[in-house]
Structure formats: structure tokens, C-alpha cells
């Protein structure tokens, strides 16, 4: 495998489903390979709200919420402001870059190509290098501006995954929704583990 491709960049903003975010790194850290963990400080804030948990270490989150995690994935904490990250520069290999949840501010600055934190440069590189880039928003309703940057971001190669899952599997409880969401995006990173069994 080419050096970099079992590397994978994991971004959190502050849209609503934190939830979301902390069982998908939950089941990464069972994953083999390496991921740079960019967070916005946003993410905490609604964190604290949804959860009633402070903190800023999102694994620690993620274990208090699921369980102590797995041993198989490194993580490396990435400073939201340092622009000057490995994740920034277009000649560091990754397979691929998701941002969950993605807040409708981080979509549309991702659409328009700001880079004005280290989320927003990490997922401009990752259109201009051609590497997947899957964005997980969450609103409700939306606006034309939303519906806008989506089809931007879509036209320009992105893969706009809504924290919207099915109900087909016949979910139990929450976690079977996140885990639902965390298959999907599994599948489009690039990854050969399944969470859910599939459809058949
Ligand atoms: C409790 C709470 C819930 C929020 N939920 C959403 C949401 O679901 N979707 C969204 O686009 N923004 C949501 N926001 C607003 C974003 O956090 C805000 O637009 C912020 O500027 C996003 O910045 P970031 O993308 O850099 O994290 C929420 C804010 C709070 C405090």
C-alpha cells in the first residue's frame, strides 16, 4: 500500500448529532490505520449542551459515551488553528477526509474554498487533490443557500452525506442509528470493516 493510504483525516464542527461523531470514532479506533483529528472548538460547545459532558479531548468523550475504545487506530490531535498542519499541505497523503457533523457555516466556507482554519484548508486540499470528501451536515429545514453549497460541494467531487439514516434495519435505539451513519461513511472513506449487516 502506498505510503499515506491507510492515513485518513477526521474533522468535527459544531452542528447538532455530536453523538454522531463520537461513536464513529468509537468504531474507527477498532480500525487498523492512522487518522489526523481536527475539531472545531464549536463542536465542545454543542458537545456540552447535547451531552452535559465538558471537555475538549474528543476520545475521552467518545469513551465516556461508548466504552473504552480499541487499540488498532491512531490518532493524532490536530491544532484547529495551525493552517501550517501536515493537513493542510497538498503533498501529505490521505485516503480520505470527513467532516461530521458538518455545521451549515463549515459547508458553505468549504464550498467557497475560505481555508481560514485547518477543517476548511484540510477539505479545500482534499477537493483540489482529488481525495474523497465526505461531509455529514445537519439542519433542518434548508435554505436555498444550503441546497446551494451542497450542489456546489457535490459538482466539485465532495460526497454530502446528511446525518440522515434509514429506518429499514429496524433500529432499537440510538446507537443503531449512529451506527447506521458510521457504515455509510465507512464504505465512502474507504474502509472494507461494516458496522451494519448489509441490505441483501
Ligand atoms: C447547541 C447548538 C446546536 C447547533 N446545531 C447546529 C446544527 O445542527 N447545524 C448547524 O449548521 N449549526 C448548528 N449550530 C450553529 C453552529 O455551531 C455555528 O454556526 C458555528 O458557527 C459553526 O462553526 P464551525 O463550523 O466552525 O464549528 C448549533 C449551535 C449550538 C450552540
Redesign the pocket.
Known sequence: MRHGMNRYIVAV?????VEYALRFLWHLSHCEGASDLIA????F??AE??LMLAGDNLLDLAAKKFGALGEAHQFAFCDYRNIGARAASGSASYRSMVVL???????AAIAHGLSS?L?ERAADVSLKERRPLILC???TPLSAIHLQNMLTLTRAGATVMPLMPGYYHRPQNLVDLYDFMTDRIFQHMGFSERVVKPWS
Open positions: 464542527t459544531g452542528a447538532s448529532g472545531s472548538p464549536n463542536f460547545r454543542v449542551t447535547e457533523p458538518c455545521s451549515m457555516k463549515s459547508l482554519n477543517i451536515p445537519r439542519e
